[in-house]
């Protein structure tokens, strides 16, 4: 089965000690990827190796990436994946260790059709949080496959910015806030029909830039195919023309 997805996207709010989600339904065989931009005004905390858990059946969460420090312009970004287990309507908590108030952004995507074990379904060297003073936010990455989809978020501490897709890419959702600007961007066709390297990104009218992005392998025989048609030669039979 190919990859399907549906993203969820949480509002811009300054949050003293949480940040939770609107709900996102989930099955046993959803793999849950939450994108989150967010304000580094006090690094305690805020991106801690297990900030996030969920309503009902406790997941098991794994830190995909997080932008290095130091923080570009007040902003970072992180990337954090499970497994599904459990059929119903989730809701997903980012939580500081402290109480002083930041602004957060969170989408949370739920894939079906990835593989089935966590590594081979993210490839390592493509989960990527970076940042950098330029307004290009641009992200190079050779997938492991065809059929294979990617997600990320763009974030800078400036609400009067925008962002532009770069070409084949489209921002499903930008949002500024009284503090910041933020993107979830995706390729255009998504996943992807190649394996051939893709640049993901967009353009930003601020100066510096944070962001996350990852790849998603598709379930072994996932990736879509063609398949030839045969067709049988003409036979004419007697009597009929």
Known sequence: MPITSAVTHGSLANAASASTTVAASTTTTSLVLVLIVFENGATAGTDGATP?????????????????????????????????????????????????????????????????????????????????????????IT?????????????????????????????????????????????????????SAFTWGANCTGGANNWAVCEVVPAPGGAATSRPIFHRPLRFVRGFR
């Open 52 to 140: 996030l858990t969920n309503s009902g059946t406790g997941m098991t969460w794994t830190t995909l990436a997080t932008t290095p420090g130091p923080d570009i312009n007040k902003c970072r970004t992180a990337l954090y994946g499970a497994y599904g287990n459990q059929n119903a309507s989730v809701t997903y908590t980012h939580t500081k260790a402290n109480a002083t108030a930041i602004y957060r952004k969170m989408s949370v995507v739920v894939i079906e059709g990835a593989h089935t074990t966590f590594a081979n379904a993210l490839p390592s060297g493509n989960r990527i949080a970076t940042n950098a003073a330029t307004a290009n936010v641009s992200q190079s």
């Open 143 to 195: 997938p492991a496959g065809s059929g294979s989809a990617i997600f990320g978020v763009a974030g800078d501490w400036n609400a009067a910015d925008a962002y532009a897709a770069l070409t084949n890419n489209t921002v499903t959702k930008s949002h500024n806030g009284a503090a910041m600007t933020c993107a979830y961007i995706v390729p255009t066709t998504n996943p992807l029909s190649s394996s």
